[in-house]
């Protein structure tokens, strides 16, 4: 039966594990409980292609106990109970490993049918996800395990298990063929810190090649878009778009356009358009009110076009929002005044300030407001918040260009 190389050549020992030195490293914690040997239940949280299978089963060859595999995607209850029903029998007598994959597909129920054999420590659970675990593990499990995280691999990285790959590969072969430079460096960087498909790349390059040599065309072909890391429901989806906002926020054009291209690159154009929008009332806000209009105009013109074309109007609004004077008085305002909302710090209407619907049928005073426009400047001193609020301030003016120079014009004509 076929055995996809990435799984047949797969390390047997933490030392041949590519990448997670931050905790398989010399004095690593995780690398430091499995030499132990007492070994707690555990979730590995981190993309795919990282290493979370194969330290899985490191740790199982290492202890006493049998390895159990289930994959939650396909696995129910019923796959839990026959592995329960093993329990205490000739068949487990160390007790169990479960090593239960991609975790986050099972249910409550699932996930809380293991807690007693959690309990009692006879099933261990190495639990695997590619998503937030905080989000989607529950917390009776969680509260039960240790959860360590897994990171992209770095290219560097990668090229080892690329290299090693291509020896194994060759010595099959009656005869071995040559690689053009720059093809594992290139393998590596394609993969987007994923071990599983940086082997298989270089397992289809091999069974496809031709004239006894693996070009670097053909590399570039077999690993088109494979860099990207992207998942619209998951972590990576929020990252990018957090990392786009922020880059606006701190002024760095060339930040704010590397992530725009990972979310155009994705067909994220609607995420790409909501967060411009929004940054161009959050962060530039009133230090630059034109950056809004114009920003919305990007934003249309990019629908209208769709990509890739929409990829121009955008790059324009990251460039201009990037380099634009910032304030966030807008933001602080409204939130200040929310949260008197929230807490009830609200009050009746000032009279002046009601609608004059209810004039003249029997209020003890009419509402005697004042119509700015008829006074000097466009402006009369009346209150408008409610009495318990009245002297309340959320604005405060920024140090800004425009809203210093509307201060001093406010300042001059209130005084």
Known sequence: MYQPLADEIRPDSLDDVV????????????RRIVESGQIPNMIFYGPSGTGKTTVARIIAQRTNRSLRKLNATTAGIADIKKIIEELDTFLTPGGVLLYLDEIQYFNKKQQQ???????DGRITLI?????????????????RSTVFEFKAVTPEEVQQAVKRAVDIVNARRDEPLALEDGVPEHIAAACGGDVRKAINSVELLFSAAEGGVITLSDAKAITQRSAMRYDREGDEHFDILSALMKSLRGSDPDAALHYLARLLEAGD????????????????GLAWPMAAPIVKACVDSALQLGLPEAKLP???ACILLATAPKSNTGVTAIEKAWADVRAGR????????QNVHADGTG????Q???????????????????????????????????????????????K
């Open 19 to 30: 990448g997670q030195r931050h905790i398989l490293g010399k004095g690593g914690m995780l």
């Open 113 to 119: 049918s293991l807690l007693e054999f959690i309990e």
């Open 127 to 143: 639990a695997s996800t590619t998503e937030n675990p905080y989000f989607t593990v529950f917390n009776a499990i969680l509260s």
């Open 269 to 284: 154009l609607i995420g790409a358009c909501r967060r411009i929008l929004c940054s161009a009332s959050e962060d530039v």
């Open 314 to 316: 955008l790059a324009e």
């Open 346 to 353: 609200t009050g009746s209407i000032p009279r002046e300030l």
């Open 363 to 366: 209020f003890e005073r009419e």
């Open 368 to 414: 005697g407001y004042l119509y700015p426009h008829d006074f000097p400047n466009h402006w009369v001193r009346q209150q408008y918040l409610p009495d318990a609020l009245k002297d309340t301030r959320y604005y405060e003016f920024g140090d800004n260009k425009t809203e210093q120079a509307a201060k001093r014009y406010w300042e001059e004509i209130k």
